[in-house]
Structure formats: C-alpha cells, structure tokens
C-alpha cells in the first residue's frame, strides 16, 4: 500500500479488482446466454465508480506529492533534498503489493473452503447449500478488516446490509420463523441479487404457498452455483411437483454426474420416477442403490411400496421384511402385514343377483380359490351355481373355471381364464355344456401416457331362461385406446365385435364409442361420450336386436379412501338414447341412465368385503341381452369376502 493515500490497501483493491471485473463477467454471460441478476446498469455503475476511484488515487498521490516536496524544502536540510521525487507518491511496486496480499488472503480462503469441505456431508441442504457464498462473505469481511485505508466505500456499506440481513434471516430461520426470514431473505437479495444463500433459503421457504415463485429462485440458485449438485435435486422436486417430470428427472442427472454416489440424488431421482408413475424405473433406481447399501431401512420400505404398485406382493412382502428387520416401524409393519395377506392364498366366497322390468331374475352363488402368488403369476379356481327365472320357467347352469394373472411389470397386466358351463336341460333339449373363456391384456405407457386394453371372452348369454334354453353364446372381440391430449384431456376410442351364435342362427353386434375424459383431481374424473351400436338382422333367439342404438351421456367417475381405509367407487352416466328397429326409422330420444358403485371395506388384514351395484334405465342395454322395452330397468348387486389364509 501507499501510506496517505486512500484505497491503495488490499481492500480498495479487492473492491476495484472485482468492479472492473464485471463488465467481462456481464458479456460472458450474455455470450453464453445464461441468467443475470444484475444487468447492464447495476455493472456500468460499478464500473464507473471503480474508474472514479482509480482517478481520485491518481489526484490524491499527486497532490501528497507536492505537499511533500514543498514542505521538505522549508524544513529539510539541502543535502537531504537528494533524490527526492517531486511528482506522484504513488508507486506501481505498492500496487503490485497489494494485489499479491490480496491473491495470498484469497488463496488461503480456498484452500480453508476445501478443508472445511473435506468429508463433510450435507445433513441439511438448506443449511449447506450456501456454504460456498458464506465463505465468500467472510472473506469479504477479512479484506475489509485488513484495509488501513478507512475508506467507507460503497462496496463496504453494501457488504454490512447484506451481513445485517442474513444474520437477522438465519436468526428467524433457526428460530422458527419462517415469515420473518422470508422477509429478510428477500430484502437481502435486494441488496446482492446474486447472494446464492439468500437465494436458496428464500426458494425453500416459499415452496409450499408459492411454487411457481420458489421454482424460479431454485432456477436462480442453479445459475449462481452450477457446481452443487444439492441445488440440481431441489430443482427436480420443485419441477415433479409442477408435474414436469422430465425436467425433473433431467435436474437430477444433472446431480448425479456431479455426486454418481450420492444418496439423496440416487433415491430423490427413484422418487420422482415413483411419481411420475414409471413404477418399474423407480423399482430398478432403488435395487440399484440397495445392491450397494442394503442397510438403507427408508429405501428397502419405499422399494416395498413400488413392488406393491407392480403388483409383485410377495416381492413387497420381502422388502418390507427387510426395512423391519433395520429398524423397526409401526407404518412399515402394517404394510408388511398388508403385503403378506395380499400374497397369501386366499378363498372368496361370492352372491350376486340381478332383476330386470320384465321379471327375469337370476342367482349366482359360488367361491374362487386363489393360491399364493409366486412371482408375477397368480392361479385360481372359481365354481358357482346359477339360478334363472321369469316368474313361470326356471333353469340353471354350473361354471367351472381355471384362471390365471401375470402381472411382469406395472405397465403390462394378462388376465386369462377357461373352463365350461353346464346347462341344465329344459323344453326337450339335454344338458349342454359349452367351452367358456376370457383373455384380457392392459399396456400402458409409463406414467400418464396413452393405454391399449384388449379383451377377447366366450360366454353363455344367461339373463332369461330362454337365452339359456336356446343356448345363446356370445364370442366378443373389444379394444379400448385411451391417448392423452394437451396434459388436460384424455381421449378414448372404444371398439367391440360380437357374434351372437345359437342353434339355429349367427347375428353380430358392432359397438363403437368415442369418449372425451377431464381429471378434474386425482380422485375425479368427468366425460363426454357417445355410442352407437349395431345388429346385423333381427332375431327370435330371446334378445332385443334393432337396427341402431344411438346413446349420448356425460358421466362422472369417482374414487377416494375415507380415512378408515374404506374404498368408494362410483361411475355414474346421465344422457339419452334413441332406438331404430330393424326395417323402421330411428325413433325419439329418450332418457339413458346408469350407475356402478363398488365398496370395499377391510374387516381385519386380509379380510375384505367387496359391494358391488350396477342399475341402467333406457331403451336398450348394451350389455344385458333382452328384448326391448320403452323404459327398460336393470339391477344387479354381488357380495364377495376375500379371506387370506396366512
């Protein structure tokens, strides 16, 4: 430094170094199209305040100057005049001195960052994620403290605003307060824009009223310290939050090429997969971290939770085992003993009933018994007993049927059976027994993507007794497509052939229907849709066959678990519906209505009653063979008990 000039120590320096520093930094940034908080403005102020210092030192070493020739010349001796310099005090060697203190303070501020750093992990991310700036601050205090100068720059009343600040913020942080240390973040930011601290414990604290806001100082925050990967994972929550998951999962790996080994990037990235609905990702994101650390109890009980999702109970089962077996937890073992009764072998015995406007009943009583599940594979065996009547004619029929579930991952589900029905003998014609059987395959995209369900089935047409004494089989080919639209609407095409085959005849049904769907929650879901159906020619079978059926609705489906665990679906449709018979012209519309609710409540682990109901009102059922009517009612209710034995 030059004693008597001020702004020549290294705290003048480290002020002008880094103001003249700026503009370089601006264009950078500019060049490479990155985020700047400061703008153009802010750094052409600095840069002229740095070059207004820079002239006053120049002034001010002149001037001390003359005023040392001239005084030395009233009191110094000639002899001493000697080599005296009259002109400017100020030396370049001084300028180069301090600016080598200056690099050595910062040298040795990096090289106690990288100490403090070594080891360390980050308990808290909100606490450590601004570890680098606090260090820079300190240091900022240390060149201050060092200047001799007694300067007060602006650079030094902007540095003791912003330590005022943050020192309050972090005292309301710590105590709790999470309004006040909002409030002070935010000013502290209004002094330095690019205080990466402030920035991030501001973002987390307004993540929950103000997402939108706390997403964009997390962006900030990634801008201002691009080499922490904890910034990258609290940006990929904020985004899975937003329901951007691919940003998401693109923020994280941003964090993993930064810390590959890092738990909380590893598991945060399995997590978002979880949530974005990629079961079978997430699944392999946590075995993969789990092959290497398999004492991680909170990973083994999120990976049960996955398996479950899958529909691999058994494998849940094992997972749930092992996070107990680490530490154990009253959450995980209800689960663990969900996931064994859901894997257990189990018997269901069932009733159902149904009853039409035209006196036909039916009554179903029968049972399946399902084994244990190995795998993704799950086999049962169902029997059951029908009883069918009018109130005059009375028949029956026996069903035996092996069936079978494999599920190999979340996004594929194969359901497929066979057996036979027996058909008791009625009006001169024997017992009959007919091959029946049913194949359905369900695909779909991870997460919210489109769905491909196909279905194939052979069965005994059975509403009437004489549906069941013409032996009326129905062989139906159907596809359902469900493709998602502007992330709002779901569009659904649905597709079904039928042949309706009996003794003495062959008819086919065509049914198309297209459906628009808003998830309005989660939970709720309204629609739109229209059917048309078609037969290929009457009939004397015992069916109602008309030449077209066009049917209108809007319809609502809902889903949600009360608090007891009780499960409460209903899908309700309100619309209208118009009938042309065969050979005349389509008559008016009338009323279509229909309800379907299921209930299922948990007795005890294991041990599930399941309610269903099923009502239509309209002209014509496009589900229920029978002969048409003006205002045709339907009911039907089936009662079931799944008991686990585990």
């Not at 908080?37 to 070493?61: D, K, P, S, Y």
């Not at 806001?213 to 801008?223: I, K, M, T």
């Not at 006196?359 to 594979?377: F, V």
């Not at 069941?468 to 359902?480: F, H, P, Q, S, Y």
Request: glycine share 10%; aromatic share 6%.
């Amino acid at each position: 430094m030059t004693v008597g000039v001020p702004g020549t120590g290294i705290g003048g320096m480290f002020y002008l170094v880094s103001a003249l520093a700026m503009p370089l930094r601006q264009a950078y940034r500019c060049v490479r199209r990155r985020p700047s908080f400061a703008g153009w403005r802010i750094v052409a102020a600095q840069t002229a305040m740095a070059g207004a210092i820079l002239a006053a030192i120049w002034v001010t070493g002149w001037l001390v100057g003359i005023a040392i020739t001239a005084s030395s010349r009233l009191i110094a001796p000639p002899h001493l005049l000697a080599g005296a310099h009259p002109g400017n005090v100020l030396r370049t060697a001084a300028l180069v001195l301090s600016a080598a203190t200056l690099a050595a303070v910062l040298l040795g501020v990096e090289l106690l960052r990288l100490w403090v750093h070594r080891g360390a992990r980050r308990a808290q991310t909100a606490g450590e994620a601004g570890s680098r700036q606090q260090i820079r601050r300190v240091a900022a205090l240390v060149l201050l403290a060092l200047a001799a100068d007694g300067t007060d720059t602006v650079a030094a009343q902007d540095t003791s605003a912003l330590a005022r600040r943050l020192a309050r913020a972090d005292a309301a942080f710590a105590s709790g307060d999470a309004t006040t240390a909002a409030r002070e973040y935010a000013a502290a930011l209004t002094v330095d824009p690019e205080n990466s601290r402030a920035t991030y414990r501001l973002a987390d604290l307004t993540k929950r009223h103000d997402p939108l806001e706390a997403l964009r100082l997390f962006r900030r925050y990634v801008a201002l310290e691009p080499s922490d990967p904890w910034g990258y994972m609290a940006l990929g929550d904020a985004l899975a939050w937003s329901g951007s998951y691919g940003d998401a999962l693109r923020s994280y790996d941003d964090a993993l090429r930064l810390a590959p080994d890092e738990r909380d990037a590893v598991i945060g990235r399995a997590r978002v997969l979880a949530r974005a609905g990629r079961t079978d990702a997430a699944v392999a994101g946590y075995r993969h971290w789990l092959d290497a650390n398999p004492s991680d109890a909170e990973a083994w009980g999120e990976l049960g939770r996955q398996r479950l999702r899958q529909g691999r109970e058994r494998d849940a089962a094992r997972a749930f085992e092992r996070a107990q077996a680490i530490a154990p937890d009253p959450t995980v073992a209800r689960r663990l003993a969900v996931a064994r009764a859901a894997a257990a072998a189990a018997i269901t015995p069932l009733a159902s009933g149904t009853h039409d406007s035209d006196g036909n009943t039916t009554l179903r009583l029968g049972g399946t018994a399902e084994l244990g599940s190995w795998g993704p594979m799950r086999l049962g065996l169902t029997a059951s007993r029908t009883s069918i009547g009018d109130g005059v004619t009375s028949t029956g029929r026996q069903d035996l049927t092996l069936g079978t579930a494999w599920r190999p991952g979340a996004a594929w589900q194969v359901q497929a059976s066979g057996g036979a029905s027996r058909l008791d003998a009625v009006a001169g014609r024997n017992a009959t027994i007919l091959p029946t059987g049913q194949l359905r395959a369900r695909w779909r995209v991870p997460g919210a993507g489109p769905i491909l369900d196909l279905r194939a089935r052979r069965d005994v047409l059975d509403a009437t007794p004489l549906l069941a004494a013409n032996r009326v089989l129905r062989t139906e080919l159907g596809a359902t497509v469900e493709l998602p639209f502007a992330r709002v609407f779901k569009l659904r095409g649905i597709g079904r052939s039928v042949a309706l085959s009996d003794s003495a005849e062959v008819n086919h049904r065509t049914t198309l229907a297209g459906m628009v769907a808003v998830p309005v929650t989660p939970s709720v879901e309204v629609s739109a849709q229209f059917h048309t159906i078609r037969f290929a020619h009457p009939t004397t079978a015992g069916y109602f066959a008309p030449r077209l059926v066009q049917v209108a609705q809007a319809g609502s489906y809902l889903e949600f678990e009360t608090a007891q665990g009780i499960l409460l679906v209903f899908d309700v449709g309100a619309g209208v519906q118009r009938v042309a018979e065969q050979g005349a012209a389509i008559g008016p519309w009338g009323r279509a209505l229909r309800l379907y609710s299921l209930i299922v409540v948990p007795l005890a682990v294991g041990r599930d009653l399941r309610l269903e109901f099923d009502g239509e009102q309209s002209a014509f059922s496009n589900e229920v063979a029978t002969p048409g009517g003006a205002q045709w009612r339907y009911i039907s209710a089936t009662m079931s008990l799944r008991w686990a034995l585990d």
